[in-house]
């Protein structure tokens, strides 16, 4: 069970908008520390997609963006391709575990 | 573009200790921004982070394995190891060596290998 809460799965349609929360608390996203998010496609090592709440690497297209408010982070993607379909991690720090924690994973299916 | 390379057994016994490399290319292991980490998957589930050592050898352990890891680093041959003592079958898993990017807000993983399944099976 991690401190990183995420739903197990989202879906959307080709084209559309896809969102995952990732939910922590006061001693984590809460105490100011960033989210980061992966991108792990099937049977591939993850990949960095967002670092710092709304950073991303070069390479990343524009349809992922990232937000964070209070205890809380999201990872948006617009205009879902069949590509982006995927597992997705957000990451953090937590101060009572003194650990880098992951969320627990979202599967992104576009239908 | 750094590059990394995970090496080691794919089977290990239970009790024993697992031990693996990682092998940096494409960059330096002594860059004064970054350290260099593991995280493992076991199979279906999520990431753990279990490590990461700077080039000074300063490390940090995931509390929950901190007695049983020890992350060691050669900064002449650019490669990093772990080592996991009295694993079970709970240990098998896909492990990942990674680079830890230092950033203000909290570090994160930006460079990872491919990963190595080890399973731990008598």
């Known amino acids: 069970q991690s401190v990183l809460t995420q739903p197990p799965s989202v879906s959307g349609a080709p084209g559309q908008r896809a969102t995952i929360s990732c939910t922590g608390s006061?001693?984590?996203?809460?105490?100011?520390?960033?989210v980061h998010w992966y991108q792990q496609l099937p049977g591939t090592a993850p990949k960095l997609l967002m670092f710092?709440?709304?950073n991303r690497p070069s390479g990343v297209p524009d349809r992922f963006s990232g937000s964070k408010s209070g205890t809380s982070a999201s990872l948006a993607i617009t205009g879902l391709q069949a590509e982006d379909e995927a597992d997705y991690y957000c990451?953090?720090?937590?101060?009572?575990?003194?650990?880098?924690?992951f969320g627990g994973g979202t599967k992104l299916t576009v239908l | 573009q750094v590059q990394l390379q995970e090496s080691g057994p794919g089977l290990v016994k239970p009790s024993e200790t697992l031990s693996l490399t990682c092998t940096v290319s494409?960059?330096?292991?002594?860059?004064?921004?970054?350290?260099w980490g593991w995280i493992r998957q076991p199979p279906g589930q999520g990431l753990e982070w279990i490590g990461f050592i700077y080039y000074s050898g300063k490390t940090y352990y995931n509390p929950s394995l901190k007695s049983r890891v020890t992350i060691s680093i050669d900064t002449t041959k650019n490669r990093f190891s772990l080592k996991l003592n009295s694993v079970t079958a709970a240990d098998t898993a896909v492990y990942y060596c990674a680079r830890v990017h230092a950033f203000d807000g909290g570090n994160y993983f930006d460079y990872w290998g491919q990963g190595t399944l080890v399973t731990v099976s008598s």
């Open positions: 494409g960059g330096s292991i002594r860059s004064s921004s970054d350290y």
């Open positions: 990451q953090s720090y937590d101060t009572s575990l003194s650990s880098w924690v």
């Open positions: 710092g709440n709304t």
């Open positions: 006061s001693s984590n996203i809460g105490t100011g520390y960033d």
